[in-house]
DNA sequence: TCAAAAGTGTTCTGTTTACACCCATGG
DNA sequence: CCATGGGTGTAAACAGAACACTTTTGA
């Protein structure tokens, strides 16, 4: 019977002693933010202007604060470096290894980001040191980053195969080949494109616009814009599952 | 130009000062202890003897030290209930919202563990208030512990449909029949017994021992074991995915 | 001899893949 | 008039789902 020294996770005000003897740590978040210019994946990186590390590259990132959680940490980071808010964050994992961070010992909360970098050019981003480099020609991370942007890639494709989040990274109004382009880079693989159309069209979520793109092809593709309602109606009542 | 008001997650030695401003929390972990008793998935939960929440049913936890990564720490926490060690952990998500303890502001991170509740008997759990629960049948319980219970049952239904936990869960020497009881629980369906064996035979990743199973019925069973040799190989060198 | 669980294949259906030509337009 | 990307359908292969009867043996 050791229940005695088992420390319990919660704790009722009259023993705020017993949580003091505990050991308290540095809680940060680190944003993978991807982005999609219409052609390629892209992630958004910092260069450090610090030691150590200096003129490496990294994620951004910031310590949880008292009076926050870890998801309006998250925005917080985000809207600080971009301006932007309202953008799509999930939580990917907390990595926690002793000497990850060789300045202090650090605890990173690790959140990726789905950002539409045409519409939002965001007046340049708010960093000097910051920079969109295309997913497969990123350099090496400080710390364990690479190992967080790993993770975020691997998360990204099964989401974008299961939840309609691609469009997070979408203009509202996009073509085909864009929506096909978008899923080659989260894949990383090339697409039959008739098979794409298909399956797309299948799911019964876009709307094709009477508008047409006139900027790449001389004939224009026609744009769509997803339907969040319909897909939210399906969703709710026929226990739609979006699946690519 | 905000750059120096951005918090860099990683710091050099130098500027120890800098993460001082820092708010420090405490980070606990809480353990969803899966286990399989060869009929049904199970659950193990403890009873709160202290206030709040006294008598309510809870997972297990205890705090991050400073010595100690995450991973560490959750298995040590499971190692100081059970006795046991070398159990398959898996970290799930990080909870952070403000009030989610009401006795102190607390970040836990959630791992589930899979245990064969029968092979392991050990000696009773080393915590009287501790008690399996059939994993539909387990009460309600403290904080946001339900909300992770959830998740760790998505992760579970998740893992084991493309990777060979299930075999965590289960004794050394186990029977089709169990297998599918271990499924069926997880996945929270009835499967058909054909095609679930079937499909388990195709992947080509158990042996079939001379040895039966003789307690259930009369004819009795043919017991297997999971070749974890076999299993590595071929996704070494085949690339191949275990999928149910 | 019968009750209770074990064991075993085939057909059908839906999904995924592979694949090639015409269209529209601006230059 | 031609180069460029846009747009479209069908057939074959494969994977998943449905389905029923025989075997064994202890009581």
Redesign the interface.
């Known amino acids: ?3 005695d ?12 002693n017993y ?1 003091e003897n ?9 944003c993978i933010i991807f982005g999609f210019d219409k052609e390629k994946l892209k992630i958004l990186l910092v260069k ?6 200096k003129g490496k590259w ?14 309006e940490a998250a925005a917080r ?1 985000l809207e ?2 971009t301006g932007l808010s309202d953008i799509y964050l999930e ?1 990917i ?2 990595y ?3 000497d990850r ?9 690790a959140y990726y980001a789905l950002i539409d970098v045409d519409s939002h050019h965001f007046d340049g981003i ?4 910051a920079q969109w480099f295309d997913i497969k020609e990123a350099p090496s991370l ?2 364990d980053h690479n190992a967080m942007v790993e993770k975020a890639k691997a998360r990204l494709r099964r989401r974008a195969l299961s939840k309609p989040i691609g469009f997070e990274l979408l203009p509202e109004k996009f073509t085909m080949r864009q929506l096909q382009n978008l899923y080659e880079s989260i894949l990383d693989k090339e697409l039959d494109k008739r098979n794409f159309i298909n399956k797309i069209n299948s799911l019964d979520v876009l709307i094709k616009l009477d508008e047409k793109d006139m900027s790449v092809s001389r004939k224009g593709a026609y744009l769509y814009v997803f339907d969040k309602e319909k897909y939210r109606k399906k969703v709710e009542e026929d226990g739609f599952i979006f699946k690519i």
């Open positions: 019977m050791i229940e020294n088992l420390e319990v996770t919660s704790n009722p005000n009259q023993q705020l949580y505990e050991d308290c740590v540095l809680l940060a978040v680190d450090r202007n610090i030691e150590p590390e990294s994620l951004i990132g910031g310590f949880l604060k008292k009076t926050e959680d870890l998801d980071v600080t470096l939580q994992h907390t926690s290894k002793i961070d060789p300045g202090q010992r650090t605890i990173s909360v708010q960093i000097d040191a400080i710390f």
